[in-house]
T-cell receptor, first 115, second 113 residues
Framework: AQSVAQPEDQVNVAEGNPLTVKCTYS??????LFWYVQYPNRGLQFLLK??????LVKGSYGFEAEFNKSQTSFHLKKPSALVSDSALYFC?????????????FGTGTRLKVLA | DSGVTQTPKHLITATGQRVTLRCSPR?????VYWYQQSLDQGLQFLIQ???????AKGNILERFSAQQFPDLHSELNLSSLELGDSALYFC????????????FGEGSRLTVL
């Protein structure tokens, strides 16, 4: 069965510093991996995805993520955090098995960027 | 704006009652997904439909049911409501083919008193 783990409930970082939000996954075969952001009282917004190809994926708002197959990780990164990046971040995985398009989400990591 | 529309935005009801949540996917998207987000359990996958047919099932209670209609809108029916059903219910749709990202609606907040 596919699963996603986000080991940190909350990450605090100072504005201007680099940030990392961690995600590890478990899925049979090659995974499809996603990051989403949720602002208060809003739906989830897509940030970036890894399907195949280059292990470093660039997405919206200056975010990027690094796919590491040997460590089964897909950590979200940003070189310089902004206060406006403060939000809830979700990692998600979808198995490549055709016919079963379950997207499984992690429990979320709250990012707090301090001015 | 993701293009996914959910109604109602807020709903307050009593235990034992039944409610229906509605979702209109993005134009052209054939897949609809339902998720439940509660404070202590994160985002739980409930069920997925593709072009009117059920494709995948998650942790959906027997008191809950869903369907997708010929015009592709979907409804999630919650019955015999309990206090613990209070949550945000999200609908999402995806591009046909299933390799892409999900587009989420703004959610329906259900409060059961």
């Amino acid at each position: 069965a596919q699963s996603v783990a986000q080991p940190e409930d909350q990450v605090n970082v100072a504005e201007g510093n680099p940030l990392t939000v961690k995600c590890t996954y478990s899925v049979s075969g090659n995974p499809y991996l996603f990051w989403y952001v949720q602002y208060p009282n809003r739906g989830l917004q897509f940030l970036l995805k890894y399907i195949t190809g280059d292990n470093l994926v660039k997405g919206s708002y200056g975010f990027e993520a690094e796919f590491n197959k040997s460590q089964t990780s897909f950590h979200l990164k940003k070189p310089s955090a902004l206060v406006s990046d403060s939000a809830l971040y979700f990692c998600a995985v979808r198995g490549p098995t055709s016919g079963t398009y379950k997207y499984i989400f992690g429990t979320g990591t709250r990012l707090k960027v301090l001015a | 704006d993701s293009g996914v529309t959910q109604t109602p935005k807020h709903l307050i009801t009593a235990t034992g009652q039944r409610v229906t949540l509605r979702c209109s996917p993005r134009s052209g998207d054939l897949s609809v997904y339902w998720y439940q987000q509660s404070l202590d359990q994160g985002l739980q996958f409930l069920i997925q439909y593709y072009n009117g047919e059920e494709r995948a099932k998650g942790n959906i209670l027997e008191r809950f049911s869903a369907q997708q209609f010929p015009d592709l809108h979907s409804e999630l029916n919650l019955s015999s409501l309990e206090l613990g059903d209070s949550a945000l219910y999200f609908c999402a749709s995806s591009v046909t083919g299933g390799t892409g990202e999900l587009f989420f609606g703004e959610g329906s907040r259900l409060t059961v008193l």
